[in-house]
């Protein structure tokens, strides 16, 4: 790879050999990776154990042990199996559970063991977006992202806090669109997003369902709208994926029906400050159209408070940095929807899982009021592919020049790492 001078002093990089992209990965990706990496080892031990974070992840997983307030109260299988899940979280589903029994086994140190899953899926899913990246755009913008979401604000936030699952949610989204995105129509990407999308429900039902209902709403838009790369409708494939995907889903089915017996044996079960409940249905009403009220209704507002990580930059600076460009992100992908003759582009199925993505999620959301910056993590694959089409957009601007993009990028990685409530309150 052969800069000019003169191309180095503007920033104007332009690809120019086949091993751009080898080069974009060690002086673009790994570098973001080791930040990312630094950040949360630093909140692994610096970071001290909230209340609900006590509450739910060591408290509960020492009661699997036989100690703590919650040991004794039944046999060990039924704690693991349905008792630890059902009573200490909104999950409902055991999968997250079973991982932090798992990293306590091996790692006997509690907090320690508590948040590591979190760090490793966080990094793991950090290196599958820019995977999906490289696929998507061209370079530099793969290495932009990366940086973008190294330093992400939310994202480190429940990178390293024990009580959240959205780590695992975010990977698993990355899967699911790459699925819609990159492989579209053939049968591995299509097992690959079911065993996504049922991984995602065993450990947090509620969210795993939503990047369900997401995959499948763009999956039929893209059939209906798109098809003009070729998609035709097969009746016999359709039939051939659904009896593929039960067989995916039935061992979760099984631990629900499971799960509604164990319920109703009991009566009822207590699901963490929820209340109380007498079977699954019920607290998923609880958790959607029965959210904001009784004991939840001092966690939603006003529409506007689901938007207030979006405002409040002394708080959330990254987040509050990348809003404006996903919104205009957001526009550009309604553009390529728009576009004549160019339906069935590359961008248009990216606008297409933007559009659907932020909108399909966030309205809930907006509707409810719900303030929680873990919400925004459910379409953090779609916001930062509307700020990719952003960034591309101002890559390929009128004059070729990108050195005032990189100049961008790096105030915000600048603001990112300077979070006074996260590095300097820790370091200093």
Known sequence: MRVALGDFLELNLRVRSADDARL???FGF?????????LRLVGLFKFPFLDEEDRMMRVAVNGLFGYGPQSGQAPFWENLLFRTPLSNSQAITPLWWWTEYVARLVVKDETLS??????????IGLALFYWLARQLFPFPIPALLAWLLAVHDVFLWVGTKAQYVESFIFALSVLIAWALLVAQGKWRPFVVAVLASTTAMGFFLLKGMTLTFNALAVGVAQTALLRGGGRRLNFETIVQRAIFAGLIVTPLAVWLLAAQAYITAHYQVRVAELGYFRGIADILYALTFGYGTGRTASLVGPPYFALITYSQGDAWPTSTFLFPLMLAGFGLALRELVKKGQAASAKAHIGLYVVLGIALTLTPVVRKGSFGERYHILYLVATLLAVGLTLEQMWRGENGRGGWLIGLTGIYVGI?????DWVNGVLR
């Open 114 to 123: 508590a948040r590591l899953p979190a760090l490793l899926t966080g990094l």
């Open 24 to 26: 974009q990965t060690i």
């Open 30 to 38: 790994w570098p973001a990776f080791l930040v990312a990496f630094a």
């Open 416 to 420: 990112g790492l300077s979070w006074a």
